[in-house]
């Protein structure tokens, strides 16, 4: 949408920005692979405890991941960035930084989408990731006429942060888990 809308050269930007944020999301990735067998297993034998502990567990650890990654970039600085990457990707900067804040508030809700996949309720996932994926395209064709490829920045992180928050309320509500990075570890 970026390139049929704004142009080439902000596409080129925004998918630098893209491969680089997404380093943010390696420890959510592992995590995540480490845990989905554990939560279904859990599932079965009806221990919401020791789901929830996991599950608060592996949310911390993404989630200062993806924060030492922005803090990583805000370090590093536009003027860094733009001496590794070329004067040309100056602008990737700022969207990588939103889009790595964007990874980092994703992973405190941790590994909501997942428990619910794992517990039967995957026609909640679907229904959710259609729903944010329609917001997504709405959002799209609304601001990036005005803001350009941040603004393709801001519709994808808004999008994903609330399909992780809708999965972290119904989690919450019908499993009775917190699945987030400031929930109760509770104990084994």
Same mark, same amino acid.
Do not use: W
């Given at each position: 949408m970026i390139g049929a809308i704004v142009g080439t050269d902000?596409?080129?930007? &925004?998918?630098?920005?893209i491969q680089i944020a997404s380093a943010a999301m390696i420890a959510n990735i592992i995590v995540n692979a480490? %845990?989905?067998?554990? /939560?279904?297993? +859990?599932? %079965?034998?009806?221990?919401?405890?020791?789901i929830q502990r996991l599950a608060v567990f592996g949310s911390r650890v993404a989630f200062v991941a993806a924060i030492?990654?922005?803090?990583?970039?805000?370090?590093?600085?536009?003027?860094? /960035?733009?001496?590794?990457?070329? +004067?040309? &990707? #100056?602008?990737?900067y700022e969207l990588t930084l939103w889009l790595a804040i964007g990874i980092a508030a994703s992973a405190f809700f941790g590994s909501s989408v997942l428990i619910l996949n794992m517990s039967g309720r995957e026609? &909640?996932? #679907?229904? &959710?990731?259609?729903?944010?994926?329609?917001?997504?395209?709405?959002?799209?064709?609304? %601001?990036?006429?005005? /803001?350009?490829?941040?603004?393709?920045?801001?519709?994808?992180?808004?999008t994903t942060v609330l399909m992780q928050a809708l999965a972290w309320i119904l989690v919450r509500r019908e499993?009775?888990?917190?699945?987030?990075? /400031?929930?109760?570890? %509770?104990?084994?």
């Open positions: 902000q596409v080129a930007q &925004y998918r630098v920005a480490i %845990l989905s067998p554990r /939560f279904a297993a +859990l599932h %079965l034998l009806d221990n919401s405890a020791e030492s990654f922005v803090l990583m970039i805000l370090i590093i600085g536009s003027s860094g /960035f733009s001496a590794v990457l070329g +004067l040309e &990707y #100056a602008t990737s026609i &909640y996932s #679907a229904r &959710y990731s259609y729903f944010t994926a329609i917001a997504n395209i709405a959002l799209n064709a609304i %601001l990036i006429p005005f /803001f350009g490829a941040l603004g393709a920045v801001i519709a994808t992180v808004f499993l009775g888990i917190r699945t987030d990075a /400031f929930g109760v570890c %509770l104990p084994k």
